[in-house]
C-alpha cells in the first residue's frame, strides 16, 4: 500500500488540474522604475541599488555597483550637493535618506581596506584615448574607458590629479589626503596614464592629439573669472573670489583686508565667506540675488550653493544678504568704500516675463573695503580657441560631442551651464559611452528613459517612521583650516540609512505578495528570478485579483491588460 | 539562464501550506487567504472539519480538492460536533494530531452555535477558526448575527425602512470566553504576522481554542478585491475589528492602534454601506452611531497605543529586506 505523507495530495484529484487563470482580465507584472534618486543623480549613479547591497549586509558589492557610474565616491560623499536626497521620495514622508553620507562610508572604506577596482587590464594594443584635464570629468571618462577596454591618457598642468576638487575645494570640506586616495588609486590602474604638467597650447597641441589618439576628451575646467563691474566701475584692488579662494587654498593666506562683501550665491561664493572667516577678515557678507534656503528646503530661485555649507557659513559668522542686488560701488578715488544694495525679486512682471525686479526705496549702504565677485568662471580658450568660438563654455550635445566636430568631446565644468563635481563625472561616463562607440565606428548609445517613481505609487503603510543618521559636526570653536568638519556616520549609520530605503521601484525582497496572494499564484524563487526579483507569478492560477500590486511597498507591481 | 519550471518550483515552496492553488474563490477573497495562513501556522500535522459554507465549497468542486491535509465535511451546523467526534478518535487511538474547525460566521454565530458551545463545554482539544465575513456570502449574501450595524444585505437591504441591518454584530469573543477556555482571539487577514502567532498559541494549547478571523469579501462588502488586505487593516485600525485575546475569560493582549482612523475611512471603502454618505439624517445618525461603537471598543480593550510600538497596528506588519517580519 502506498503511505501517503503529510501534505501530499492525489494528482488526479488536486485543484490544480483546475487553471484559474483562465479568469483573469488584467496580469500581475513585475516592473521595475527608476528611484527618484537614480533619476536626480548628475552622475547616474542607482543609490537605490547600491543601499539594496548595503542593507543586505554587502558593502563590498554596494561599492562595486556605485562605481559602476561613479569612480569617486569618498569625495563626491563629501562635496556633492546630493540632488538624490532633494529628490528621495522619503523625504515627504519623514526625512530624505542620508545617501551621500552613506556614499562616503563607501568611498572611505574602499580606500582603507584597498578594495580592487573590478576592472581587467586592457590588451596591448587597445585603443588610447587622449584626456584634458585630470579633474573628476577628466577622471571620470578615463574610468569608464578602462570598463569597456580603452586606454587614456591624461593630460593636466597641475602637478597632481583632481582639478578644481584641490585647487578651490578647502580641506575642511575635502581632506588632501583623501583626495589624493582615491585620485591615485584611480591613477595607479593599469590602462590610465597619468601626464602632470602638460599644458594644452603649450606643452601638447590639440591638431597633434587628434592624430594620435583614437579620441580625445576636452575637461580643461573654467579656469577664467567672468568680467565684473557695475555699471562699468571696477575697483582698481579688485580681486575675484575663485583666484582668491584658490590663493587661500595653496597658499594659506589672503590680502589684509578688514570687511569683505562677497557677490554671488554659489559654492565659491561660500567657500571663500568662510575661507576669509578663517583668515581673520572681521566682517564677511555674501550677497547674492537669489534666496536663501529655508528650514533645509530649497524654494524657487534658491541659492545653488550646498544648503549644508551655508547653514555651516552662517554658524561661523558669515552674514548673508539675499534677495539683493550691488546698485552702485561706493568709491574713494579707486578704492571701495562700500556698496549700496537694492531689495529684489525674480518675478512675473506685467510684460508677462520673468525677471529681477529691484524695489526702489529699499537702498542700504554696506560699508566694507573689498567687494570680491563670485559670479562664475569661463574656459580659459588658451590652445583650444577655434573650438569655443569666443564663447565662455564649450557647445556640446547630450555626449559630449563638440559641436561640428566628430571624435572631440568635451565636458565638466568647461561645458557651461552647471559646474558640479557629479555632472562633471556624469559628463565623463557620458563621453566615454559614445567614444567607446565612436573608436568602433558605431552611432552613440540610445538614451535609457525610465519611468520615475513616485511617492504616491508606494504603499506607505509598510514602512516606519525612522530618524535620519546625523553626522557629526565640529564645533565652531573648533574648525580650523584642515579639520574636516563632517565626520562619518561610520558603517552602523550606512546599515541604518539603507534599512530606511523605501526601495522605490524596486523589489525589496519583503514577502507581501507572496504572503497576501488569497490564491498561491505567488510563489518564491530559491534564486533570482530572471527580472531580478525574489518572486515568480504563476499565470496558470493567478486569478489577477491586483492584491499583490496594490500591497506591494515599492511599487514593483503593477497589472498590464491581459492579452 | 533558464528558469526552473514553475510547477517544480510551486512543489519546492519554503512554507508548508495545507491550501492548493486552483480553488474557486472570488477575486481578491480574504478566507481563502486566511485559511492558507491557519494551514501554514498549524502545519502538516491536522484534521480539518469543515462545515458548510464559502470555504467548503470553493475549496471542494468535486472531483477536486484545494486540501492537502485530511479534511472533513458533514453539514453546516455541525463542525463543533464532527470536530469533538474526529478527536475524540485521535485520543482513543493515542494519536498527537491535532483537530482543526473551519467554518463561517453563518455557520459558527448562529446555525453551528450549540455544537461549538458543546465543543468548548466538554473541552475538546480542538482550534477552532471562524472566517468571519459578517453575511451568509455563499448563499448570497444574508444578514448574519455577525453582520455589522448598518450593513446592507440582501436580507436588510438598505431603504426606506432602515438603514441597512437593525441590530449589532454579536460579541461572539466574549461568549466564547464566558466557556472558560484557555484561549480565545481575534485576528485579522491584514496582520499576517499576528495571525499565526495567535494560530501558534492556540496550537499548543491541551483544550478548546476559538480564533476569529475577519475576513473581507469583495462581494459582500462591496469593494475591489484588490483591496481586501487595505479594508481588513482598516477594520483594525478604526477599532471596529478589534484584536484581542482571552485567557480564561481575562483580556491577555490587545493590538495597540497608534493612528486611530475615522470609522468613515472604513465604510467609505465599501459599498454594503453606502447608504451611510448620502444626504439624509438617518444615515448621519448611523454614522455618529458606528463611530461610537467604535470608540467604545477602544475604550473597553485599552485599544490606543501611548507610544510606537513593533506590535501595534503600524509596526505589526513593517516591511524588512529579506522578509524578516514574516517570521
Not at chain 1, 525686479?357 to 537702498?363: I, L, S
Request: with cysteine; charged share 25%; proline share 5%.
Amino acid at each position: 500500500m502506498t503511505t501517503m505523507t503529510r501534505g501530499a495530495y492525489a494528482l488526479p484529484g488536486t485543484t490544480l488540474n483546475y487553471h484559474t487563470g483562465s479568469w483573469r482580465v488584467q496580469r500581475p507584472e513585475h516592473r521595475h522604475r527608476a528611484a527618484p534618486c537614480h533619476h536626480a543623480c548628475p552622475a547616474g549613479e542607482d543609490a537605490q541599488a547600491w543601499l539594496a547591497l548595503i542593507a543586505e549586509g554587502n558593502r563590498r558589492a554596494a561599492w562595486e555597483k556605485l562605481i559602476e557610474a561613479n569612480p569617486l565616491p569618498a569625495i563626491t560623499g563629501r562635496v556633492c550637493h546630493h540632488p538624490c536626497e532633494s529628490a528621495c521620495n522619503r523625504s515627504q514622508y519623514d526625512e530624505a535618506i542620508a545617501i551621500h553620507a552613506c556614499e562616503r562610508v563607501l568611498g572611505d572604506e574602499a580606500i582603507a581596506n584597498n578594495w580592487r577596482y573590478p576592472v581587467d587590464a586592457p590588451s596591448g594594443n587597445a585603443p588610447v584615448v587622449a584626456i584634458v584635464g585630470a579633474g573628476p570629468a577628466g577622471l571620470s571618462c578615463a574610468w569608464h574607458l578602462l570598463r569597456h577596454g580603452i586606454k587614456s591618457v591624461l593630460f593636466d598642468e597641475l602637478p597632481q590629479a583632481g582639478g578644481t576638487l584641490g585647487t578651490a575645494i578647502p580641506a575642511y570640506r575635502l581632506p588632501r589626503d583623501l583626495l589624493a586616495a582615491e585620485t591615485g588609486r584611480l591613477l595607479e590602474l593599469s590602462g590610465i596614464d597619468f601626464r602632470p604638467l602638460h599644458r594644452l597650447g603649450r606643452d601638447i597641441s590639440l591638431d597633434q592629439l587628434r592624430q594620435e589618439y583614437a579620441g580625445v576628451f576636452l575637461a580643461p575646467g573654467n579656469q577664467r573669472s567672468r568680467e565684473w563691474s557695475v555699471d562699468g566701475v571696477t575697483p582698481r584692488d579688485l580681486h575675484v573670489g575663485l583666484d582668491l579662494l584658490k590663493e587661500w587654498v595653496s597658499v594659506g593666506d589672503v590680502p589684509p583686508m578688514t570687511s569683505a562683501a562677497i557677490v554671488g550665491g554659489g559654492n565659491t561664493a561660500v567657500d571663500l565667506a568662510r575661507a576669509l572667516k578663517r583668515a581673520g577678515v572681521a566682517q564677511v557678507h555674501v550677497i547674492t540675488h537669489q534666496t536663501l534656503p529655508r528650514d533645509h528646503v530649497r524654494g524657487d530661485d534658491a541659492m545653488s550653493a550646498i544648503v549644508r555649507e551655508i547653514r555651516q557659513a552662517e554658524e561661523e559668522g558669515v552674514t548673508f544678504h539675499d534677495q539683493r542686488g550691488i546698485r552702485r560701488l561706493m568709491l574713494r578715488g579707486e578704492r571701495v568704500v562700500g556698496v549700496e544694495m537694492v531689495r529684489m525679486k525674480k518675478m512675473v512682471r506685467a510684460n508677462g516675463r520673468m525677471e529681477r525686479v529691484a524695489f526702489e526705496g529699499t537702498e542700504t549702504v554696506l560699508h566694507v573695503d573689498q567687494v570680491i565677485p563670485a559670479i562664475g568662471q569661463e574656459v580659459e580658450p588658451f590652445g583650444m580657441e577655434p573650438l569655443l568660438h569666443g564663447q565662455g563654455a564649450f557647445e556640446v550635445d547630450h555626449w559630449g560631442v563638440v559641436s561640428g566636430h566628430s571624435g572631440l568631446y568635451a565636458g565638466g565644468d568647461a561645458r557651461g551651464g552647471h559646474g558640479t563635481v557629479t555632472a562633471a563625472i556624469g559628463d565623463g561616463r557620458r563621453a566615454a559611452l559614445a567614444l567607446v562607440r565612436h573608436i568602433r565606428g558605431e552611432a552613440p548609445p540610445k538614451e535609457r528613459l525610465e519611468e520615475v517613481i513616485e511617492i504616491g505609487q508606494l504603499n506607505l503603510h509598510y514602512y516606519e517612521h525612522a530618524d535620519r543618521a546625523q553626522e557629526p559636526l565640529l564645533a565652531v570653536g573648533e574648525r580650523g583650516l584642515d579639520n574636516e568638519i563632517e565626520g562619518s556616520i561610520e558603517t552602523t549609520g550606512a546599515d541604518r540609512e539603507a534599512a530606511r530605503c523605501f526601495s522605490c521601484g524596486n523589489c525589496l525582497a519583503c514577502d507581501n505578495c507572496w504572503t497576501l496572494c488569497p490564491d498561491s499564484a505567488v510563489l518564491k524563487t530559491t534564486e533570482l528570478a530572471r527580472d531580478g526579483s525574489h518572486y515568480r507569478f504563476d499565470y496558470d492560477y493567478c486569478k489577477g485579483c491586483g492584491l499583490c500590486a496594490h500591497e506591494c511597498p515599492c511599487g514593483y507591481i503593477a497589472m498590464g491588460e491581459e492579452v | 539562464m533558464s528558469e526552473q519550471p514553475i510547477a517544480d518550483l510551486r512543489r519546492h515552496q519554503p512554507r508548508f501550506s495545507g491550501l492548493e492553488s486552483g480553488h474557486r474563490a472570488c477575486t481578491g477573497c480574504g478566507e481563502a487567504l486566511g485559511a492558507r495562513l491557519v494551514t501554514e501556522a498549524a502545519g502538516p500535522d491536522v484534521l480539518v472539519a469543515n462545515a458548510t459554507g464559502c470555504l467548503e465549497v470553493f475549496t471542494t468542486a468535486w472531483p477536486q480538492s484545494s486540501w492537502r491535509v485530511p479534511w472533513l465535511h458533514s453539514l453546516f451546523e455541525n463542525a463543533g460536533a464532527i470536530a469533538s467526534g474526529m478527536e475524540a478518535a485521535l485520543k482513543a487511538q493515542g494519536r498527537p494530531t491535532k483537530v482543526l474547525a473551519f467554518a463561517g460566521d453563518g455557520g459558527t454565530f448562529d446555525i453551528g452555535f450549540q455544537a461549538l458551545s458543546g465543543m468548548l463545554e466538554r473541552d475538546h482539544n480542538v482550534l477552532y477558526v471562524c472566517y468571519d465575513n459578517e453575511a451568509y456570502m455563499n448563499t448570497g449574501i444574508q444578514r448574519s448575527s455577525s453582520t455589522p450595524h448598518a450593513a446592507t444585505t440582501t436580507t436588510s437591504p438598505a431603504g426606506k425602512a432602515r438603514m441597512g441591518k437593525r441590530h449589532l454584530k454579536k460579541d461572539i469573543v466574549s461568549i466564547i470566553a464566558a466557556h472558560h477556555v484557555a484561549y480565545a482571539a481575534t485576528a485579522s487577514v491584514a496582520y499576517p504576522s499576528d495571525l499565526r502567532k495567535k494560530v501558534r498559541r492556540a496550537m499548543a494549547v491541551e483544550g478548546a481554542t476559538f480564533l476569529q478571523v475577519h475576513s473581507p469579501c469583495p462581494l459582500g462588502w462591496g469593494h475591489d478585491g484588490a483591496v481586501s488586505i487595505e479594508v481588513a487593516r482598516l477594520a483594525v485600525q478604526t477599532g471596529l475589528f478589534p484584536l484581542v485575546e482571552l485567557e480564561r475569560g481575562s483580556l491577555t493582549g490587545v493590538m495597540p492602534i497608534r493612528e486611530v482612523r475615522p470609522v468613515r475611512d472604513y465604510l467609505r471603502a465599501q459599498k454594503r454601506f453606502v447608504h451611510l454618505f448620502a444626504d439624509d439624517p438617518r444615515a448621519r445618525e448611523e454614522l455618529d452611531h458606528i463611530q461610537a461603537l467604535a470608540d467604545h471598543n477602544i475604550e473597553r480593550y485599552g485599544l490606543r497605543g501611548d507610544r510606537p510600538d513593533a506590535l501595534d497596528s503600524e509596526g505589526a506588519d513593517t516591511v524588512r529586506r529579506g522578509g524578516a517580519r514574516w517570521a
